[in-house]
């Protein structure tokens, strides 16, 4: 399993950034090797977001990102968000 983690700070509309992101999510848990999916909001920065997006394998999401309609959809994101994306493994888990 990994995690993909995306810090993005909205510059846009924080409705219409969610409204985008909404569809995103809704595409990507449709997808193989999809396990969960985590949305974060920055207490003291409104405008902050993490995402954290559990995969299988880092090839079923590299295979999701590169499709046509993920493309068609994450250019909305652009006039809205910065993204600061990154993709990590587990080193230590406690429940």
């Known amino acids: 399993m990994v995690t993909f983690v995306n ?3 909205v510059h846009g ?3 219409a950034f969610l409204a985008v992101k909404s569809k995103l999510t809704a595409y990507m848990s449709a997808q193989p090797g999809y396990v969960s ?3 974060l909001r920055h207490v ?3 405008n902050v977001f993490l995402e954290l997006a ?3 394998d880092a090839g079923t999401h590299r295979k999701a990102v590169r ?3 993920f493309q068609s959809l994450v250019k909305d994101l652009d006039p809205l ?3 600061d994306p990154g993709m990590y493994e587990i080193v230590e888990e406690s429940v």
């Open 37 to 39: 999916h985590l949305t």
């Open 54 to 56: 559990v995969w299988q």
């Open 44 to 46: 003291g920065a409104p």
């Open 81 to 83: 968000a910065t993204p």
């Open 13 to 15: 509309d924080i409705d």
């Open 67 to 69: 499709s046509e309609q």
């Open 7 to 9: 810090k993005l700070t």
